[in-house]
DNA sequence: ACGTCTGTTCAAGAAAATTTGAACAAACTG
DNA sequence: CAGTTTGTTCAAATTTTCTTGAACAGACGT
């Protein structure tokens, strides 16, 4: 009795004939997603909810991707708290449906503001952190090794300058302002 | 006989003063690295060596980071591979040295033009193959869901004419010119 | 107030990745 | 040419991350 085939087939019959292209499309941006560092799920269910022209229930979703209930509501979850995805609720329904913040541009923005711009901060405050450390073992040094840490001194710099032009850059996307690459390329190359 | 204690008071004790610096800077390194896709110790080892101003070995890298043989080979493998790292050789001596490529700008180049570029395309890809395939079940459908079927159609052509002006803004970065973030967000309104 | 429906949380299990030591291969030395 | 040294590869073991089903909590209708 193989039930798990069963299923598939049942499944398969009742489907719409574009409910393959609708998986394509949704693994496809699956893929950026997870690249891009969130949950594979995220980019599938926003995707799937993008692709409809009314809003979703749990459930619905959770079957066409053949997603557990649990699965659907973490990453849904994470889903609305990234304001990629909005509950809507329907008079007389009890489900809570959602629907998918259609701007990718406002999404994008978002976070390059809230998660990109952040580890760059961080990188670059370990940076100068790493560098008054430095400076302050400086006179404890004989002068071989002090050659050695103002050599690893000035290198930092560079990467401090390069990190912060590239905070400079992202801090330009999101204002939708336009951006110069060269600038990064300059970052690095001045003494 | 708290073993490993010893050794780790041990090397407290024969490090040089700024090695914490060093390490410091080191991980900052490691988890951009790691937020962007590729491994950890890339990001790690690749410091060490760009804060070096001499070529080390895989001796010194896997002690300063307390890191197997094997995991130093694969990672530096990597690195040499995206061009981050070099090998060198020093007369005399029979063991491999190793450098890092200084130049992070032309380093961020190669990899969006041999990765991102990628990713994109196949995103782009995607979404063209199922637009085809929405298209050809059309002529078997009703009313209905013809509609539906035209609605998903729509969304996917936003989505294509985003994933091409992300394309288009990635290939600028990479060769220097000005980007104008707009362009997104204009790929995006235009019916 | 009780039973039902819905959504979230959590701990256990499954899957995926990283890490390691050992085996292998290649290059050099005496 | 035998014996080292060095570097890479591989499968096993570990760690981490993901997934799931069950337990819980809240809201609703009767």
Known sequence: MPTAAVKQQDLNDSQPLWREAELKSADAMGRLMEFWGFRRHMG???????????????????????????????????????????????????????????????????????????LIREAIDAFGEAQRQLAETRSLLGQEERRRVDYMHKRLSRLSALSKAGERLVRLLVAGRMINPADLQSAEEEE
């Open 44 to 118: 599938r269910l926003w995707t799937i909810l993008y692709l409809s022209p009314d809003p979703m229930t749990t459930t619905e979703l959770a079957e066409i991707l053949q997603l557990s209930s649990s699965a659907v509501s973490l990453s849904l979850g994470e889903l609305v708290h990234w304001g990629a995805v909005r509950k809507t609720w329907r008079p007389g329904e009890r489900k809570d449906f959602y629907q998918a913040e259609s701007s990718v541009w406002k999404l994008l923005r978002r976070v390059y503001e809230r998660r990109e711009l952040n």
